[in-house]
């Protein structure tokens, strides 16, 4: 939870991130993580917590309701009731201000009838009872509670009897001011005592402090028992509120960044025959609003936070991974993610200069775990490039032009006279998505330095041919079906040909001028079987891509990277099969994550398990996963804006149309983007034609 950057030592090469995300990272050498297989202890209930603590130590978040605006967050189960159970509380940069806030209303708690997000930050609770004796089995008392991740919660009372009402109100509340990973790990500490402070209670130890105030002032608070009282006279059909207040103790009023009207997340929008696909769409910003962060030194600056409730700090290449699905909405998300992770790249000398550093991730079972920061050093003269086509201004890509030539001059540093980048380095595998990522960067790379007269073009697209050549045979598997791209080469030159979702990578070419793609690693009829293998029931669950083939040795349906559906690898298989011209296979891939986004209240999860669909099932959540999570909210976005096939061109005045032609979502209007720094508007009809409704003056359609 912590807003914490990478760090600029060689540390970020030692930790183990993914094994899994949400746990707290493992030290770790040469791929070889410690205690990988360790899980946190149980935690230990707080006192005046009801019920037993959660087996297996990590609380489950599959059936919370997260509210989230960075840095606040609110976590609560169905009940409503925040009972200081595993992870409920409100929480502020990562500590836990509120554990426990507990209604009883004429000495009952309300039965709960309802729980809703009513937003990306917000959640409406309804509970009933009945306060007359002679009432019969109907209510006559309605209690609405909503809960604000800012850290505020209203408790309206409603007399829905014939007759006036007294009603006493009790609100008993309690933390431990722990710590997120100290929650995550079994370990929040008791709670602590309180003292009555203005016009409610206090919390403090030496590390920190908090306190929560009401409007009206209770009329009784007890500090020993952590207790407000109110008594409220209702007429029939009266009302009486009560506001709760939770701040870190002096603190002000919670300014979260998506609700700032400087938003860099343009506030798209999205309407047509399938009205799945608006919902899916305004949950997305909504979520991406709500995991914004700014870069503490550089206010200006924006990024995502990775995912909460457990990752709502950056994470490098995940950051760079959802600013680049999300340039249709602008490109000012990038340059704030661009400039956060250019100010921590790693100087020389040394063989690790020019590297944007990262933890490392767990790659299941076949593969040590590999460092993202490799991924993150590929990604950012990617994400430059792309911004520069959707509209990023000249002085800004000029600005950040010297930290992208680092990153290219690291790639072709540590790959030498060799043909292939391992990861982690030196000495690990060559895994086939860091060759794609890498592919990748030389191409955009290489047009980035041309367009602005720098040196090393020519080079990056020599050697990238080099490994287009190679790549085809070093890392092609024969077999009877077809054969399949291999996952990686070891070092001792063996080859791990199992089938995963990494594999989508190599159908993720970039961007270039006049809104070409980038040649890709695979030939022709290599990528035709790549399309028929992503498209087969070994890797289709029916709700998306399995992380590893359900025929593969190792296979998990709930594992996170042996066979659960992870969304964005998911919405990227998508992109690539339409841009390849592989339209089935995409708008099959495409109408089972959208089925599944339904499911999930269209807030989709990083992950979820990839059991196979069946008629009347549902996706079966996975209980640790983020939700929302920065790549998975801005899948939405890929997801949509590619049946357009959306390709600008900025510098040039032009964007290009390649809409899906089977139209897999029929008619399909898209509002609110932005392309070449002005709102955007397409609409795709059910023929699968294109025709562009708002444009910037003097933008032209290209052929």
């Avoid at 590929?378 to 800004?396: I, N």
Wanted: charged content about 20%; proline content about 10%; glycine content about 12%.
């Amino acid at each position: 939870m912590h807003q914490s950057t990478p760090s600029s030592t060689t540390d970020d090469n030692r930790r183990l991130r993914d094994s899994p995300p949400w746990l707290p990272p493992a030290e770790g050498v040469s791929g070889q993580p410690r205690n990988r297989r360790t899980r946190p202890t149980p935690p230990r209930p707080a006192p005046g917590a009801q019920g037993p603590a959660q087996a297996g130590g990590l609380p489950p978040t599959h059936t919370a309701l997260i509210c989230i605006a960075l840095p606040g967050l609110a976590v609560s189960t169905e009940q409503g009731q925040l009972a200081g159970r595993g992870l409920e509380g409100f929480y502020r940069a990562g500590r836990r201000l509120l554990a426990r806030c507990q209604v009883r209303v004429a000495g009952r708690e309300p039965l709960p009838v309802q729980a809703l997000m009513a937003g990306a930050d917000s959640a409406r609770f309804v509970g009933t009872l009945r306060a007359s004796p002679a009432a019969g089995p109907d209510p006559d008392v309605v209690v609405e509670r909503i809960r604000h991740a800012e850290g505020t919660e209203r408790i309206t009372l409603h007399n829905s009897a014939r007759h006036p009402l007294r009603l006493p109100l009790e609100v008993a509340l309690g933390t431990d001011l722990a710590e997120l990973s100290a929650i995550a790990s079994g370990s929040p500490g008791p709670e602590i005592p309180a003292s009555v402070h203005d016009s409610g209670l206090r919390w403090a130890t030496p590390t920190g402090s908090s306190a929560v105030t009401a409007d009206p002032p209770p009329a009784d608070a007890l500090a020993s028992a952590g207790l407000l009282r109110w008594e409220f006279e209702l007429p029939p059909g009266g009302t009486a509120s009560v506001e709760l207040r939770v701040r870190p103790d002096g603190a002000g009023p919670l300014r979260a960044v998506g609700r700032a009207a400087t938003s860099p997340v343009a506030p798209a929008r999205a309407a047509g025959d399938d009205p799945r696909a608006g919902a899916l769409l305004r949950t997305s910003v909504e979520d991406l609003q709500a995991l914004l962060l700014r870069d503490p030194a550089h206010p200006s600056d924006t990024y995502l936070a990775a995912g909460a409730p457990w990752r709502c700090g950056l994470a490098p290449a995940e950051a760079l991974a959802a600013a680049r699905m999300t340039l249709p909405l602008g490109t000012r998300l990038a340059t704030g993610t661009l400039r956060t992770l250019a100010r921590t790249q790693l100087r020389g000398p040394g063989p690790r200069a020019g590297m944007i550093p990262g933890p490392r991730r767990d790659a299941g079972a076949h593969l040590p775990p590999g460092c993202t920061g490799t991924e993150a050093t590929l990604l950012f003269p990617v994400l430059l490039a792309e911004a520069r086509r959707w509209g990023l201004p000249d002085q800004e890509t000029r600005e950040l032009l010297p930290a992208a030539e680092h990153c290219l001059t690291w790639l072709r540093t540590t790959v030498g006279d060799h043909t292939y980048l391992c990861d982690p380095q030196p000495g690990g595998p060559a895994r086939s998505e860091t060759q794609a990522h890498a592919h990748r960067a030389a191409l955009l790379g290489a047009d980035l330095l041309d367009a602005y007269d720098r040196p090393g073009g020519a080079a990056l697209r020599h050697w990238a041919g080099e490994l287009r050549k190679a790549f085809r045979t070093d890392f092609w598997a024969d077999d009877r079906g077809g054969g399949r791209p291999a996952a990686a080469r070891t070092p001792d030159g063996r080859t791990l040909t199992h089938l995963g979702s990494a594999v989508v990578h190599l159908l993720d070419t970039g961007l270039l001028g006049a809104g070409r793609p980038a040649a890709g690693l695979l030939d022709k009829v290599q990528t035709e079987q790549l399309a028929r293998l992503l498209g087969g029931p070994a890797m289709d669950s029916g709700w998306g891509l399995r992380g590893l083939g359900a025929k593969e040795t190792g296979h998990n349906p709930f594992g996170h990277r042996a066979g659960a559906v992870r969304v964005h690898e998911t919405a990227l298989a998508v992109a690539g099969l339409a841009a390849a011209g592989y339209e089935k296979e995409a708008g099959g891939l495409l109408r089972g994550l959208l089925a599944a986004a339904e499911h999930f209240g269209h807030r989709l999860p990083e992950m979820f398990a990839g059991e196979q669909r069946t008629d009347g099932g549902v996706p079966l959540p996975h209980p640790a996963a983020c939700r929302p999570a920065a790549t998975a909210a801005a899948s939405g976005v890929l997801l949509l804006t590619t049946l357009a096939g959306i390709r600008p061109d900025a510098p040039a005045g032009t964007v290009t149309l390649r809409p899906v032609h089977s139209a897999p979502l029929g008619e399909l209007g898209l509002t609110g983007l932005r392309v070449a720094g002005a709102p955007f508007s397409v609409r795709v009809s059910r023929l699968g034609l294109a025709m562009v409704e708002e444009a910037a003056d003097g933008l032209q359609l290209g052929v």
